[in-house]
Protein backbone atom coordinates (compact mmCIF):
# COMPACT_ATOMS: atom_id res chain seq x y z
CA UNK A 1 0.00 0.00 0.00
CA UNK A 2 1.14 3.38 -0.93
CA UNK A 3 2.02 5.97 1.96
CA UNK A 4 3.24 9.62 2.12
CA UNK A 5 4.85 11.32 5.32
CA UNK A 6 4.98 15.04 5.49
CA UNK A 7 8.09 15.98 8.26
CA UNK A 8 7.15 19.18 9.74
CA UNK A 9 3.43 20.11 10.35
CA UNK A 10 4.58 24.05 10.32
CA UNK A 11 7.32 25.22 8.71
CA UNK A 12 7.95 28.72 9.53
CA UNK A 13 10.80 31.05 7.37
CA UNK A 14 11.40 34.44 6.60
CA UNK A 15 10.68 36.63 3.73
CA UNK A 16 13.17 35.62 1.14
CA UNK A 17 14.64 32.54 2.66
CA UNK A 18 15.05 29.35 1.40
CA UNK A 19 11.37 27.14 1.54
CA UNK A 20 12.46 23.12 2.08
CA UNK A 21 8.72 21.16 2.71
CA UNK A 22 9.92 17.25 3.08
CA UNK A 23 7.91 14.60 1.81
CA UNK A 24 8.67 11.00 1.70
CA UNK A 25 6.63 8.14 0.18
CA UNK A 26 6.38 4.51 0.08
CA UNK A 27 5.09 2.86 -2.69
CA UNK A 28 5.53 -0.88 -3.92
CA UNK A 29 5.27 0.20 -7.97
CA UNK A 30 7.26 3.65 -9.77
CA UNK A 31 5.12 6.39 -8.11
CA UNK A 32 3.43 9.39 -9.75
CA UNK A 33 3.67 12.13 -6.76
CA UNK A 34 2.24 15.50 -6.34
CA UNK A 35 2.89 18.51 -4.55
CA UNK A 36 -0.47 20.72 -4.18
CA UNK A 37 -0.93 23.49 -2.44
CA UNK A 38 -4.28 24.87 -0.08
CA UNK A 39 -5.00 28.79 0.70
CA UNK A 40 -7.96 29.08 4.14
CA UNK A 41 -11.26 27.86 3.19
CA UNK A 42 -10.34 26.55 -0.46
CA UNK A 43 -9.43 23.66 -2.67
CA UNK A 44 -6.58 22.22 -3.20
CA UNK A 45 -4.48 23.79 -6.76
CA UNK A 46 -1.81 21.63 -7.99
CA UNK A 47 1.91 23.12 -7.45
CA UNK A 48 3.66 20.39 -9.72
CA UNK A 49 3.89 16.64 -10.42
CA UNK A 50 6.23 13.98 -10.84
CA UNK A 51 5.22 11.32 -13.79
CA UNK A 52 9.21 9.77 -13.94
CA UNK A 53 10.03 11.71 -17.12
CA UNK A 54 12.56 14.34 -15.08
CA UNK A 55 13.60 13.72 -11.41
CA UNK A 56 13.79 17.41 -11.03
CA UNK A 57 10.17 19.23 -11.60
CA UNK A 58 9.72 22.74 -11.92
CA UNK A 59 6.07 24.33 -11.05
CA UNK A 60 4.08 27.12 -10.49
CA UNK A 61 4.86 30.15 -8.08
CA UNK A 62 8.62 29.31 -8.73
CA UNK A 63 8.82 26.23 -6.77
CA UNK A 64 10.17 22.69 -7.77
CA UNK A 65 10.86 19.01 -6.22
CA UNK A 66 13.22 16.62 -6.74
CA UNK A 67 12.40 13.01 -7.01
CA UNK A 68 14.99 10.55 -5.12
CA UNK A 69 14.56 7.55 -5.67
CA UNK A 70 16.91 6.12 -3.15
CA UNK A 71 15.71 7.97 -0.40
CA UNK A 72 12.06 7.79 -1.54
CA UNK A 73 11.81 11.55 -1.50
CA UNK A 74 10.29 13.98 -3.07
CA UNK A 75 10.85 17.45 -1.41
CA UNK A 76 9.63 21.07 -2.42
CA UNK A 77 11.74 24.06 -2.52
CA UNK A 78 11.67 27.48 -3.57
CA UNK A 79 15.18 30.10 -3.24
CA UNK A 80 13.15 32.64 -1.73
CA UNK A 81 9.50 33.05 0.16
CA UNK A 82 7.25 35.34 -0.30
CA UNK A 83 4.68 36.49 2.09
CA UNK A 84 1.89 35.14 -0.69
CA UNK A 85 3.29 31.55 -0.29
CA UNK A 86 1.84 31.11 3.25
CA UNK A 87 -0.56 28.66 2.85
CA UNK A 88 -0.64 24.49 3.60
CA UNK A 89 1.14 22.29 1.35
CA UNK A 90 -0.30 18.94 0.63
CA UNK A 91 2.30 15.92 -0.85
CA UNK A 92 0.42 12.91 -2.23
CA UNK A 93 1.47 9.75 -4.19
CA UNK A 94 -0.51 7.34 -6.29
CA UNK A 95 -0.35 4.46 -8.43
CA UNK A 96 0.09 1.52 -5.81
CA UNK A 97 -3.48 1.16 -5.21
CA UNK A 98 -7.06 0.52 -7.67
CA UNK A 99 -8.61 3.52 -8.94
CA UNK A 100 -6.05 5.93 -9.04
CA UNK A 101 -6.52 7.82 -6.01
CA UNK A 102 -4.29 9.94 -4.48
CA UNK A 103 -2.64 9.33 -0.79
CA UNK A 104 -1.92 12.39 0.67
CA UNK A 105 0.41 13.44 3.98
CA UNK A 106 -0.86 14.95 6.85
CA UNK A 107 -0.17 18.70 5.06
CA UNK A 108 2.67 21.30 6.35
CA UNK A 109 1.70 24.80 7.61
CA UNK A 110 4.22 27.34 6.01
CA UNK A 111 4.37 30.60 7.29
CA UNK A 112 6.30 33.75 6.40
CA UNK A 113 7.49 35.99 8.65
CA UNK A 114 8.25 39.75 6.98
CA UNK B 1 -14.52 27.74 -17.73
CA UNK B 2 -14.18 23.92 -17.31
CA UNK B 3 -13.89 23.12 -13.61
CA UNK B 4 -15.49 21.50 -10.56
CA UNK B 5 -18.27 22.94 -8.46
CA UNK B 6 -19.38 22.38 -5.08
CA UNK B 7 -22.37 23.73 -3.07
CA UNK B 8 -22.96 24.95 -0.81
CA UNK B 9 -19.60 26.54 0.40
CA UNK B 10 -20.85 26.20 4.41
CA UNK B 11 -23.72 24.25 5.82
CA UNK B 12 -25.03 23.62 9.15
CA UNK B 13 -26.51 20.18 9.73
CA UNK B 14 -28.65 19.31 13.18
CA UNK B 15 -27.67 16.25 14.83
CA UNK B 16 -29.34 13.52 13.74
CA UNK B 17 -30.07 14.97 10.31
CA UNK B 18 -28.86 13.67 6.28
CA UNK B 19 -27.56 16.37 4.78
CA UNK B 20 -25.88 16.23 1.12
CA UNK B 21 -23.58 18.05 -0.44
CA UNK B 22 -23.20 18.40 -4.52
CA UNK B 23 -20.40 18.09 -6.58
CA UNK B 24 -20.55 18.73 -10.16
CA UNK B 25 -17.82 19.07 -12.83
CA UNK B 26 -17.90 19.73 -16.66
CA UNK B 27 -14.50 18.27 -17.31
CA UNK B 28 -15.72 15.07 -19.34
CA UNK B 29 -13.91 13.66 -16.62
CA UNK B 30 -15.00 9.62 -15.96
CA UNK B 31 -13.42 9.49 -12.35
CA UNK B 32 -14.66 11.58 -9.42
CA UNK B 33 -13.66 11.54 -5.28
CA UNK B 34 -14.57 12.41 -1.94
CA UNK B 35 -12.29 13.31 0.55
CA UNK B 36 -12.42 14.66 3.92
CA UNK B 37 -10.29 17.46 5.42
CA UNK B 38 -9.65 17.55 9.51
CA UNK B 39 -6.22 19.43 10.91
CA UNK B 40 -3.52 17.61 11.15
CA UNK B 41 -5.18 14.55 9.42
CA UNK B 42 -4.48 15.64 5.40
CA UNK B 43 -7.14 14.17 3.28
CA UNK B 44 -8.75 10.88 3.82
CA UNK B 45 -11.09 9.14 1.10
CA UNK B 46 -14.26 8.45 1.38
CA UNK B 47 -15.76 7.20 -1.93
CA UNK B 48 -14.57 7.21 -5.20
CA UNK B 49 -16.15 6.65 -8.80
CA UNK B 50 -14.69 5.34 -11.91
CA UNK B 51 -17.83 5.34 -13.93
CA UNK B 52 -21.21 5.85 -13.93
CA UNK B 53 -23.41 3.95 -11.60
CA UNK B 54 -20.42 2.31 -10.05
CA UNK B 55 -18.92 3.74 -6.70
CA UNK B 56 -16.13 1.93 -4.11
CA UNK B 57 -15.88 2.68 -0.67
CA UNK B 58 -12.35 4.34 0.07
CA UNK B 59 -10.93 4.10 3.87
CA UNK B 60 -13.70 5.90 5.66
CA UNK B 61 -16.48 5.25 4.46
CA UNK B 62 -18.88 4.32 7.28
CA UNK B 63 -21.74 7.05 7.80
CA UNK B 64 -21.76 8.08 3.95
CA UNK B 65 -23.49 7.29 0.44
CA UNK B 66 -22.93 8.04 -2.52
CA UNK B 67 -24.45 8.00 -5.63
CA UNK B 68 -23.07 8.34 -9.39
CA UNK B 69 -26.44 8.42 -12.11
CA UNK B 70 -24.65 11.14 -14.16
CA UNK B 71 -20.77 11.46 -15.43
CA UNK B 72 -20.82 15.35 -14.25
CA UNK B 73 -22.54 14.76 -10.41
CA UNK B 74 -21.55 12.98 -7.75
CA UNK B 75 -23.03 13.85 -4.63
CA UNK B 76 -22.31 12.96 -1.12
CA UNK B 77 -24.45 12.07 1.58
CA UNK B 78 -23.80 12.82 5.30
CA UNK B 79 -25.72 10.49 7.02
CA UNK B 80 -27.08 10.10 10.97
CA UNK B 81 -24.68 7.11 11.54
CA UNK B 82 -21.78 9.78 10.68
CA UNK B 83 -20.73 10.14 14.54
CA UNK B 84 -18.27 13.03 13.80
CA UNK B 85 -19.33 14.97 10.73
CA UNK B 86 -18.05 18.59 11.15
CA UNK B 87 -15.34 18.70 9.10
CA UNK B 88 -14.15 19.89 5.28
CA UNK B 89 -15.28 17.88 2.65
CA UNK B 90 -13.73 17.98 -1.06
CA UNK B 91 -14.66 17.00 -4.31
CA UNK B 92 -12.52 16.22 -7.16
CA UNK B 93 -12.14 14.25 -10.72
CA UNK B 94 -9.96 13.17 -12.53
CA UNK B 95 -9.15 11.05 -16.09
CA UNK B 96 -8.63 7.49 -15.53
CA UNK B 97 -5.35 7.62 -16.94
CA UNK B 98 -2.90 5.96 -14.39
CA UNK B 99 -0.92 9.32 -12.77
CA UNK B 100 -3.73 11.51 -13.36
CA UNK B 101 -3.62 15.08 -11.71
CA UNK B 102 -6.48 15.34 -9.99
CA UNK B 103 -8.91 18.75 -9.91
CA UNK B 104 -10.23 19.81 -6.66
CA UNK B 105 -13.89 21.82 -5.81
CA UNK B 106 -13.73 24.50 -3.48
CA UNK B 107 -15.03 22.39 -0.67
CA UNK B 108 -17.80 22.51 1.64
CA UNK B 109 -17.69 23.00 5.29
CA UNK B 110 -19.99 21.13 7.10
CA UNK B 111 -20.90 21.71 11.19
CA UNK B 112 -23.27 20.29 13.43
CA UNK B 113 -24.81 22.53 15.50
Known amino acids: AQSVTQLGSHVSVSEGALVLLRCNYS??????LFWYVQYPNQGLQLLLK??????LVKGINGFEAEFKKSETSFHLTKPSAHMSDAAEYFCAVSGDNAGNMLTFGGGTRLMVKP | DGGITQSPKYLFRKEGQNVTLSCEQN?????MYWYRQDPGQGLRLIYY???????QKGDIAEGYSVSREKKESFPLTVTSAQKNPTAFYLC????????????FGQGTRLTVV
Open chain 2, 27 to 31: LNHDA
Open chain 2, 49 to 55: SQIVNDF
Open chain 1, 27 to 32: SSVPPY
Open chain 1, 50 to 55: YTSAAT
Open chain 2, 92 to 103: ASSTDRSGATAF
